[in-house]
């Protein structure tokens, strides 16, 4: 374009910019700067069948967004990606879509990187840098490709809360930006620009809720992505694994001898693979995490008079990183220092991107018990899946580093087990008196026992006795006649024997 008097060349937003407004001018430069950045994703995904635990669900497609960051990589939510087969990318203006891979995925902050292989993807493409955490009212402009076309779309919203919310994919708590915008099936993974900036990256919206949608806010992005740069994978982020309890009660105060000006949380229990365990006790008052005031609430200042939960310190230190927390014991203040790791629960809260483990022996189909298991009782699993399974699953801890909870989830019906059918769902404590550690544990006691008979203690006192040999031979009858192709998982076998089963899975 050029200027008639000025014999100049302008750029686009210059011709039009003085005919737009402040704010759609915003909206207008985010899609300027977006046009050689985001990009549309095509996912064909295919999920596990946790009830039968060997095959997979029927393959979907799906469409989400990203946008090329530095380094000549793609970021995006790892829920547009979980439990992907096969993945595609579309530029702006661009028929062609290239095959990417799937760099690192942290499905706790729901996001994922991606890299394409192919130069002639990146000739043209700009990377877009990451800004700060905006202040409320202020305006960002969601860029993606939502649902109801093909084409590039820009919505514009202001900031009206950051705070730790609850992520749907993960199930984890974080930080959280909240705008007045819509995020559409689609938007997911596409950049919130504020400015020339990514202020960060859309990934959920409110249900029952019209136009509020959140954004991961920068933070939880660069510490993604510092642990996939640092660890060549997705890191995790920490915790004390503490359940804490506010002291705003004055008689809770009086009793645990907080003096008028201290605040502080009480621990009321904690995760005993934690490193927490090795210092804190129950009934202590946190008084600090690193210098900094706890409040009565459990909030510490965060900004601008704003206050926000106190785990959002824990989540922001790296794996292995040392806090320092003052403590409150029996009217004695100690200094404590603790080491923060992730931790894993007793019971997995998602197992994408990962093929369920499982163990058949005469019929009788052993799991470890995930969330995903009690999901698939339907979007009222809570209410229709088994009773203890799901009360246990969201409220034990592991004792041991390894443990999982073992369940009998299914008995496929033979002569060997008939009258066993009953016991199905109960959770497997032993195995010929041996306590059981996890599901390789189980397999190993199960085939390594010297003894004519196998026995099985499982909750609620219930036993289950089979003759081994009789066990054996009838568990080859069963696969045979449900088709399934092997015994047990890949994962429950040793390393010569797991290159076996990949070769057979791969013909």
Request: aromatic share 8%; hydrophobic share 40%; charged share 20%.
């Amino acid at each position: 374009m050029f200027a008639g008097d000025a014999g100049v060349a302008l750029s686009e937003v210059e011709r039009v910019a003085p005919r737009l407004s402040d704010g759609i001018l915003d909206a207008y430069l985010a899609i300027e700067l977006a046009l050689d950045s985001v990009v549309k994703i095509f996912t064909v995904s295919s999920s596990p069948n946790y009830f039968l635990p060997w095959q997979n669900k029927s393959q979907r497609e799906t469409t989400g967004s990203g946008f090329v960051i530095p380094g000549k990589r793609i970021l995006t939510n790892a829920h547009v990606v979980a439990d992907h087969t096969f993945v595609l990318v579309r530029k702006h203006g661009s028929p062609t879509k290239y095959r990417a891979t799937v760099q690192a995925v942290g499905h706790e902050c729901d996001l994922a990187i991606l890299v394409v292989e192919s130069e002639e993807f990146w000739e043209g493409m700009n990377s877009l840098e990451l800004g700060d955490v905006p202040f409320l009212q202020e305006a960002v402009s969601v860029v993606g490709y939502p649902q109801g076309g093909d084409n590039i779309s820009v919505t514009k919203g202001v900031v009206s809360r950051v705070e730790p919310t609850q992520y749907v994919h993960g199930a984890s708590q974080l930080l959280a930006i909240q705008i007045d915008a819509a995020i559409n099936p689609g938007n997911s993974g596409g950049p919130a620009i504020m400015g020339d900036k990514v202020a960060g990256v859309a990934f959920q919206n409110l249900s029952g809720a019209e136009n509020i949608g959140y954004i991961i806010p920068v933070p939880v992005i660069k510490h993604f992505i510092a642990g996939v740069e640092e660890r060549g994978e997705y890191a995790g982020f920490c915790s004390l694994g503490l359940s804490c309890q506010p002291t705003e009660n004055a008689q809770i105060r009086e009793y645990f001898q907080m003096q008028s000006k201290m605040t502080g949380v009480l621990v009321s229990r904690i995760n005993p693979l934690s490193d927490a365990s090795r210092v804190l006790k129950k009934d202590d008052i946190i008084l600090s995490f690193d210098g900094v005031p706890i409040a009565s609430d459990g909030t510490v200042p965060f900004r601008n008079r704003e206050r926000i939960s106190f785990d959002h310190l824990v989540s922001m230190k790296k794996p292995n990183e040392t806090a320092e927390l003052k403590v409150l014991r029996n009217g004695e203040v100690h200094d404590f220092k603790i080491t923060l790791h992730p931790l894993q629960p007793l019971v997995p809260v998602h197992q994408f991107d990962k093929l369920p483990s499982y163990f058949i022996f005469a019929g009788l189909v052993f799991i470890p018990l995930t969330q995903p298991f009690l999901h698939e009782y339907g979007e009222e699993w809570y209410n229709t899946s088994p009773r203890r399974l799901c009360e246990r699953a969201l409220r034990e801890l592991p004792k041991k580093p390894g443990e999982q909870f073992i369940i009998l989830s299914q008995v496929l019906m033979d002569d060997i087990n008939a009258g066993y059918e009953r016991l199905a769902e109960l959770q497997v404590k032993k195995v010929n008196g041996v306590d059981v550690l996890n599901l390789k544990h189980l397999r190993q006691l199960v085939e390594d026992g010297n003894q004519k008979n196998v026995r099985f203690d499982l909750d609620d006192e219930r036993v289950i006795v089979l003759n081994y040999e009789s066990a054996r031979i009838a568990t080859s009858r069963i696969l045979k006649r449900h088709r399934i192709p092997h015994a047990m998982s890949i994962d429950l076998t040793d390393e010569q024997n797991a290159a076996e089963l990949q070769s057979a899975c791969s013909i």
